[in-house]
């Protein structure tokens, strides 16, 4: 009779937990045979739409404010601005300023000049406000801060040639002297010998 019969399965049990670390060897070495350990797979993170999203930006005017204003300069508005906006930028008008002469709901362009001219001035009798029912202008007008329905009012100008004195002037700034004029089509000799007096730079 066998002096220890628990011999036999403590053996078996021995065997298996051998054939098991066997196996787990076996496993291992078969993974670093096709190319190391499993690779770490990290799904991409994708922005939200809010972040990836540009964000639109309105364009602009450079708008030159100068005369009877706080702080005369350049001024920088949102589209659709009105004459009223540029002075405000420009910290609004000083005691002196004629606000009769300037038409503050006017719009403005960029490279635009808006003149507010000072009482007594020549450039403020008439020469920044509107024109009721396309009168001609009892002053001088301001090539410079003019709109087109004022340019229109002026004898032999017309809207097309008023509209074109308004691109002139955002294309290449304010006028510096009346014979700019000349480089306008549709405004001759004659037609410029005619508008002396009416209008100032």
């Known amino acids: 009779m066998d002096a220890f019969p628990i011999a036999v399965p403590t053996r078996r049990l021995l065997a298996a937990g051998l054939l098991v670390v066997a196996l787990v060897a076996v496993g291992i070495r078969h993974l670093q045979a096709r190319g190391g350990s499993p690779a770490l797979v990290v799904a991409p993170i994708r922005a939200s739409p809010a972040s990836s999203a540009r964000t639109h930006v309105a364009p602009g005017l450079v708008v030159d404010v100068e005369g009877a204003v706080r702080r005369p300069g350049l001024v920088r508005l949102p589209s659709g601005s009105r004459v009223a906006d540029a002075v405000a930028r420009a910290g609004g008008t000083t005691r002196l300023a004629d606000r009769s002469a300037v038409n503050l709901a006017a719009p403005v362009s960029d490279g635009q000049q808006v003149l507010v001219p000072r009482r007594g001035s020549a450039a403020g009798t008439g020469g920044a406000s509107a024109v009721p029912g396309g009168a001609a ?47 306008i089509p549709g405004i001759g000799p004659a037609r410029l010998a005619d508008l002396r007096g009416l209008v100032v730079p």
């Open 137 to 183: 202008p009892s002053g001088p007008v301001s090539l410079s801060s003019a709109t087109a329905e004022q340019l229109d009012a002026l004898p032999g100008v017309g809207p097309v040639t008023a509209q074109k004195i308004v691109d002139y002037r955002t294309q290449h700034g304010a006028f510096h002297s009346v014979d700019e004029l000349d480089a």
